[in-house]
Protein backbone atom coordinates (compact mmCIF):
# COMPACT_ATOMS: atom_id res chain seq x y z
CA UNK A 1 0.00 0.00 0.00
CA UNK A 2 1.45 3.21 -1.13
CA UNK A 3 1.15 6.23 1.36
CA UNK A 4 0.41 9.52 -0.26
CA UNK A 5 3.31 11.42 1.60
CA UNK A 6 6.27 13.82 1.35
CA UNK A 7 9.43 13.46 0.79
CA UNK A 8 11.64 11.87 3.85
CA UNK A 9 14.36 12.88 5.98
CA UNK A 10 16.06 9.53 5.36
CA UNK A 11 17.44 6.18 6.57
CA UNK A 12 20.59 5.67 7.56
CA UNK A 13 22.46 2.93 6.86
CA UNK A 14 26.05 2.62 6.88
CA UNK A 15 29.11 1.38 4.23
CA UNK A 16 32.34 0.54 5.25
CA UNK A 17 33.07 3.53 5.81
CA UNK A 18 29.66 5.13 6.53
CA UNK A 19 28.10 7.86 8.15
CA UNK A 20 24.26 9.52 7.13
CA UNK A 21 24.14 12.84 5.28
CA UNK A 22 21.75 15.32 6.60
CA UNK A 23 19.08 14.52 5.00
CA UNK A 24 19.30 11.13 5.79
CA UNK A 25 18.69 11.91 9.83
CA UNK A 26 19.29 8.28 11.18
CA UNK A 27 22.07 6.90 13.14
CA UNK A 28 25.84 7.29 13.05
CA UNK A 29 28.00 4.24 12.04
CA UNK A 30 31.68 5.01 11.49
CA UNK A 31 34.52 2.93 12.14
CA UNK A 32 36.09 4.85 14.84
CA UNK A 33 33.40 7.18 15.62
CA UNK A 34 35.50 10.14 14.12
CA UNK A 35 32.34 10.71 11.86
CA UNK A 36 29.49 12.76 13.02
CA UNK A 37 26.47 14.48 12.34
CA UNK A 38 25.54 17.99 12.81
CA UNK A 39 21.84 18.99 13.66
CA UNK A 40 20.16 18.87 10.56
CA UNK A 41 17.31 21.38 8.78
CA UNK A 42 15.10 19.92 6.26
CA UNK A 43 12.69 22.50 4.40
CA UNK A 44 9.36 20.41 2.89
CA UNK A 45 7.34 22.80 1.01
CA UNK A 46 3.83 21.39 -0.88
CA UNK A 47 2.11 23.28 -3.57
CA UNK A 48 -0.52 22.35 -6.05
CA UNK A 49 -0.03 18.50 -5.34
CA UNK A 50 3.87 18.40 -5.35
CA UNK A 51 6.48 18.07 -2.54
CA UNK A 52 9.65 20.16 -2.52
CA UNK A 53 12.49 18.86 0.08
CA UNK A 54 15.37 20.64 0.43
CA UNK A 55 18.01 20.23 2.39
CA UNK A 56 21.81 19.76 2.60
CA UNK A 57 24.61 17.21 3.72
CA UNK A 58 26.77 18.25 6.69
CA UNK A 59 29.53 16.40 7.93
CA UNK A 60 32.30 17.17 10.32
CA UNK A 61 35.37 14.76 10.62
CA UNK A 62 35.85 11.52 8.93
CA UNK A 63 36.81 10.42 5.26
CA UNK A 64 36.56 7.89 2.57
CA UNK A 65 32.81 6.97 1.80
CA UNK A 66 29.48 6.93 4.01
CA UNK A 67 25.50 7.30 2.30
CA UNK A 68 21.87 6.33 3.35
CA UNK A 69 18.92 5.11 2.23
CA UNK A 70 15.70 7.71 2.22
CA UNK A 71 11.62 6.56 1.73
CA UNK A 72 10.18 8.35 -0.64
CA UNK A 73 6.48 8.62 -1.15
CA UNK A 74 6.76 8.42 -4.78
CA UNK A 75 8.89 8.55 -7.79
CA UNK A 76 10.66 11.71 -7.91
CA UNK A 77 10.42 13.37 -10.94
CA UNK A 78 13.74 15.48 -10.63
CA UNK A 79 16.84 15.77 -7.79
CA UNK A 80 18.97 18.67 -8.44
CA UNK A 81 21.43 20.55 -6.75
CA UNK A 82 19.43 22.51 -4.26
CA UNK A 83 19.77 26.68 -3.51
CA UNK A 84 22.46 28.70 -1.76
CA UNK A 85 20.11 29.89 0.73
CA UNK A 86 16.86 28.67 1.41
CA UNK A 87 17.62 27.07 4.79
CA UNK A 88 19.26 29.62 5.77
CA UNK A 89 17.15 31.85 5.25
CA UNK A 90 14.25 29.78 7.27
CA UNK A 91 16.38 29.85 10.39
CA UNK A 92 16.69 33.30 10.14
CA UNK A 93 12.77 33.96 9.89
CA UNK A 94 12.12 31.85 12.59
CA UNK A 95 15.58 32.87 14.85
CA UNK A 96 15.27 36.39 14.97
CA UNK A 97 23.41 30.24 -8.20
CA UNK A 98 22.77 28.41 -11.05
CA UNK A 99 19.34 27.13 -11.90
CA UNK A 100 18.76 23.71 -10.54
CA UNK A 101 18.12 21.19 -13.85
CA UNK A 102 15.02 18.80 -13.46
CA UNK A 103 16.00 15.24 -14.33
CA UNK A 104 13.54 13.15 -16.71
CA UNK A 105 13.09 9.79 -14.96
CA UNK A 106 15.70 7.37 -16.20
CA UNK A 107 14.69 4.74 -18.14
CA UNK A 108 13.72 1.63 -15.46
CA UNK A 109 15.77 -1.60 -15.16
CA UNK A 110 16.59 -4.10 -12.88
CA UNK A 111 19.39 -5.00 -10.77
CA UNK A 112 19.80 -6.87 -7.37
CA UNK A 113 15.85 -7.56 -7.27
CA UNK A 114 14.69 -4.19 -7.44
CA UNK A 115 14.35 -1.42 -9.79
CA UNK A 116 16.42 1.07 -10.54
CA UNK A 117 14.44 4.77 -11.77
CA UNK A 118 16.47 7.47 -11.73
CA UNK A 119 20.44 7.70 -11.22
CA UNK A 120 22.56 10.96 -10.91
CA UNK A 121 25.13 12.92 -9.40
CA UNK A 122 25.29 15.95 -7.08
CA UNK A 123 28.59 17.49 -6.24
CA UNK A 124 29.97 14.89 -4.05
CA UNK A 125 26.74 12.54 -4.03
CA UNK A 126 25.92 9.37 -6.16
CA UNK A 127 22.40 9.15 -6.14
CA UNK A 128 19.92 6.34 -7.13
CA UNK A 129 16.45 6.13 -6.70
CA UNK A 130 15.34 2.59 -6.45
CA UNK A 131 12.05 0.42 -6.48
CA UNK A 132 11.45 -2.44 -3.88
CA UNK A 133 10.31 -4.18 -0.85
CA UNK A 134 12.14 -3.99 2.22
CA UNK A 135 14.13 -7.48 1.62
CA UNK A 136 15.15 -6.34 -1.80
CA UNK A 137 16.57 -3.07 -0.92
CA UNK A 138 18.29 -4.41 2.39
CA UNK A 139 20.09 -6.97 -0.56
CA UNK A 140 20.65 -4.21 -2.64
CA UNK A 141 21.87 -1.93 -0.33
CA UNK A 142 24.59 -5.05 1.30
CA UNK A 143 25.70 -5.47 -2.44
CA UNK A 144 26.18 -2.01 -2.93
CA UNK A 145 28.45 -2.10 0.47
CA UNK A 146 26.15 -0.70 2.66
CA UNK A 147 26.66 -2.13 6.06
CA UNK A 148 23.29 -2.52 7.66
CA UNK A 149 22.61 -1.96 11.27
CA UNK A 150 21.13 -4.37 13.35
CA UNK A 151 17.47 -2.76 12.89
CA UNK A 152 17.48 -2.14 9.44
CA UNK A 153 15.72 -4.54 7.88
CA UNK A 154 12.43 -3.87 10.30
CA UNK A 155 12.93 -0.62 9.40
CA UNK A 156 12.73 -0.92 5.50
CA UNK A 157 9.45 -3.65 5.78
CA UNK A 158 7.81 -0.64 7.90
CA UNK A 159 8.23 1.68 5.29
CA UNK A 160 8.37 -0.66 2.47
CA UNK A 161 4.85 -1.52 3.10
CA UNK A 162 3.82 2.11 2.72
CA UNK A 163 5.87 2.86 -0.29
CA UNK A 164 8.41 1.13 -2.25
CA UNK A 165 10.25 3.81 -3.24
CA UNK A 166 13.70 4.71 -1.88
CA UNK A 167 16.34 6.77 -2.94
CA UNK A 168 20.37 5.84 -1.83
CA UNK A 169 22.99 8.03 -1.71
CA UNK A 170 26.54 7.16 -1.41
CA UNK A 171 28.50 10.50 -0.28
CA UNK A 172 32.07 10.37 -0.98
CA UNK A 173 34.14 12.44 1.55
CA UNK A 174 37.44 12.83 0.15
CA UNK A 175 35.66 13.51 -3.13
CA UNK A 176 34.13 16.74 -1.36
CA UNK A 177 37.81 17.38 0.37
CA UNK A 178 39.13 17.94 -3.18
CA UNK A 179 35.86 20.09 -4.43
CA UNK A 180 37.39 22.23 -1.41
CA UNK A 181 34.58 21.51 0.86
CA UNK A 182 35.12 22.06 4.58
CA UNK A 183 34.03 20.42 7.06
CA UNK A 184 30.88 21.23 8.34
CA UNK A 185 30.04 22.77 4.87
CA UNK A 186 26.52 21.22 3.15
CA UNK A 187 25.39 20.14 -0.26
CA UNK A 188 22.03 21.22 -0.87
CA UNK A 189 19.42 19.01 -2.61
CA UNK A 190 16.06 19.46 -4.06
CA UNK A 191 14.23 16.54 -4.46
CA UNK A 192 10.69 17.22 -6.22
CA UNK A 193 7.84 14.09 -5.77
CA UNK A 194 4.04 14.51 -7.01
CA UNK A 195 2.05 13.53 -3.84
CA UNK A 196 -1.31 13.63 -2.64
CA UNK A 197 0.01 15.03 0.90
CA UNK A 198 3.29 15.92 2.66
CA UNK A 199 4.72 13.10 5.43
CA UNK A 200 7.74 13.25 7.34
CA UNK A 201 8.86 10.14 8.05
CA UNK A 202 10.58 10.64 11.72
CA UNK A 203 10.69 7.12 12.83
CA UNK A 204 13.80 6.41 11.10
CA UNK A 205 15.75 9.02 12.88
CA UNK A 206 16.25 6.49 15.42
CA UNK A 207 18.05 3.92 13.14
CA UNK A 208 21.02 2.11 14.38
CA UNK A 209 20.52 4.32 17.70
CA UNK A 210 20.83 2.91 21.22
CA UNK A 211 17.59 3.66 23.18
CA UNK A 212 18.91 6.80 25.06
CA UNK A 213 20.66 8.17 22.06
CA UNK A 214 19.87 12.10 21.15
CA UNK A 215 17.59 12.49 17.91
CA UNK A 216 17.60 16.39 16.76
CA UNK A 217 16.12 17.89 13.62
CA UNK A 218 14.51 21.04 12.99
CA UNK A 219 11.47 20.45 10.04
CA UNK A 220 10.39 23.42 8.13
CA UNK A 221 7.14 23.06 6.16
CA UNK A 222 5.55 25.67 4.01
CA UNK A 223 2.01 25.12 2.79
CA UNK A 224 -1.05 26.49 0.99
CA UNK A 225 -2.92 27.09 3.88
CA UNK A 226 -2.65 26.09 8.34
CA UNK A 227 -1.77 22.56 7.83
CA UNK A 228 -3.13 19.86 10.62
CA UNK A 229 -0.33 17.53 11.79
CA UNK A 230 -0.50 14.08 13.56
CA UNK A 231 0.75 13.35 16.04
CA UNK A 232 0.31 16.54 17.83
CA UNK A 233 3.11 18.39 18.68
CA UNK A 234 3.11 17.85 22.57
CA UNK A 235 6.78 18.41 23.36
CA UNK A 236 6.24 15.50 25.82
CA UNK A 237 6.27 13.29 22.52
CA UNK A 238 9.83 14.57 21.53
CA UNK A 239 8.11 16.92 18.97
CA UNK A 240 7.43 20.55 19.25
CA UNK A 241 5.46 23.36 17.16
CA UNK A 242 8.38 25.95 17.75
CA UNK A 243 6.96 28.40 14.77
CA UNK A 244 3.19 28.55 13.09
CA UNK A 245 1.98 31.35 11.44
CA UNK A 246 1.76 33.31 7.99
CA UNK A 247 4.84 33.18 5.78
CA UNK A 248 5.81 36.87 5.48
CA UNK A 249 5.81 38.45 2.09
CA UNK A 250 9.99 39.13 2.56
CA UNK A 251 10.04 35.28 3.08
CA UNK A 252 8.56 33.98 0.65
CA UNK A 253 10.22 36.49 -2.26
CA UNK A 254 13.69 35.56 -0.70
CA UNK A 255 12.89 31.79 -0.76
CA UNK A 256 11.80 32.29 -4.51
CA UNK A 257 14.60 34.13 -6.31
CA UNK A 258 17.24 30.75 -5.02
CA UNK A 259 17.87 28.19 -7.77
CA UNK A 260 15.06 26.35 -8.68
CA UNK A 261 12.44 27.68 -6.32
CA UNK A 262 10.49 29.33 -8.64
CA UNK A 263 7.37 27.12 -7.65
CA UNK A 264 7.01 28.90 -4.66
CA UNK A 265 3.80 30.76 -4.05
CA UNK A 266 3.40 34.52 -2.81
CA UNK A 267 1.25 33.35 0.27
CA UNK A 268 1.71 30.28 2.68
CA UNK A 269 1.55 29.20 5.82
CA UNK A 270 5.02 28.37 7.66
CA UNK A 271 5.19 25.76 10.19
CA UNK A 272 8.50 24.78 12.20
CA UNK A 273 8.54 21.27 14.14
CA UNK A 274 11.69 20.69 15.95
CA UNK A 275 12.74 17.28 17.28
CA UNK A 276 14.62 16.95 20.35
CA UNK A 277 14.46 13.47 21.95
CA UNK A 278 15.95 10.14 22.52
CA UNK A 279 15.72 7.41 19.82
CA UNK A 280 13.46 5.22 22.09
CA UNK A 281 10.75 7.92 21.70
CA UNK A 282 10.88 8.07 18.01
CA UNK A 283 8.03 5.36 17.52
CA UNK A 284 5.82 7.25 15.07
CA UNK A 285 5.99 9.54 11.15
CA UNK A 286 4.13 12.60 11.15
CA UNK A 287 1.30 12.81 9.23
CA UNK A 288 -0.02 15.85 7.52
CA UNK A 289 -3.13 17.09 5.50
CA UNK A 290 -2.21 20.30 3.30
CA UNK A 291 -6.10 21.42 3.23
CA UNK A 292 -6.05 21.33 7.39
CA UNK A 293 -8.04 18.24 8.10
CA UNK A 294 -7.69 14.79 9.48
CA UNK A 295 -4.11 13.38 8.30
CA UNK A 296 -4.16 9.79 8.40
CA UNK A 297 -2.99 7.57 11.08
CA UNK A 298 -1.40 4.70 8.89
CA UNK A 299 0.59 7.99 7.57
CA UNK A 300 1.51 8.89 10.94
CA UNK A 301 2.61 5.19 11.69
CA UNK A 302 0.36 4.98 14.49
CA UNK A 303 -1.64 1.96 12.50
CA UNK A 304 -0.45 -0.67 9.75
CA UNK A 305 -1.54 -0.39 5.95
CA UNK A 306 -4.57 -2.02 5.15
CA UNK A 307 -5.85 -1.42 8.69
CA UNK A 308 -8.38 0.52 8.99
CA UNK A 309 -7.99 3.88 9.88
CA UNK A 310 -10.47 4.92 12.17
CA UNK A 311 -9.48 9.08 12.35
CA UNK A 312 -12.44 10.13 10.46
CA UNK A 313 -14.96 8.41 12.41
CA UNK A 314 -13.73 9.14 15.23
CA UNK A 315 -13.82 12.60 14.13
CA UNK A 316 -17.26 12.18 12.79
CA UNK A 317 -18.56 10.93 16.57
CA UNK A 318 -16.13 13.93 18.25
CA UNK A 319 -18.55 16.04 16.02
CA UNK A 320 -21.89 14.42 16.81
CA UNK A 321 -20.80 14.14 20.61
CA UNK A 322 -20.40 18.28 20.14
CA UNK A 323 -23.75 18.81 18.55
CA UNK A 324 -25.74 16.79 20.91
CA UNK A 325 -24.18 19.09 23.70
CA UNK A 326 -24.78 21.98 22.27
CA UNK A 327 -28.80 21.05 21.52
CA UNK A 328 -29.13 19.90 25.09
CA UNK A 329 -27.44 23.38 26.33
CA UNK A 330 -30.11 25.12 23.73
CA UNK A 331 -32.84 23.38 25.53
CA UNK A 332 -31.80 24.06 28.61
CA UNK A 333 -31.37 27.83 27.69
CA UNK A 334 -35.22 27.20 26.67
CA UNK A 335 -36.31 25.88 29.33
CA UNK A 336 -35.02 28.42 31.62
CA UNK A 337 -36.31 31.61 29.62
CA UNK A 338 -40.03 29.76 29.60
CA UNK A 339 -40.21 28.93 33.58
Known amino acids: MRRPLIFA ?41 VEHYVTAFQFAGGGGKFGSLTPLPGVPTSVERGGSWTLQRLVR ?57 ADAPEVLDFYADRSPIFLAAAFDADAAA ?23 PLRILALGKQPNDPVQADVYLLTDQKPAMLPYARGT ?63 AGLETPGGSDQTPFVLTMLAAAMAALILVVIREQRRTVTA
Open 237 to 299: NGLQLAYDQTASAALLTDLRTDAGMGWVPTTGWLSQLRIDTVASTMTYDLAIDAAGRSPSRVA
Open 9 to 49: LGVVLSMTIFVAPAFACGGLIGPNGAVNLLRTTTFVGYHDG
Open 93 to 149: ETQPVTKGIGLPLAATRSADGVQILLETKIDALDITVLKGGGAAVGEWATAHGFRLP
Open 178 to 200: ARGQRVGDGTPVHITIPTANPWV
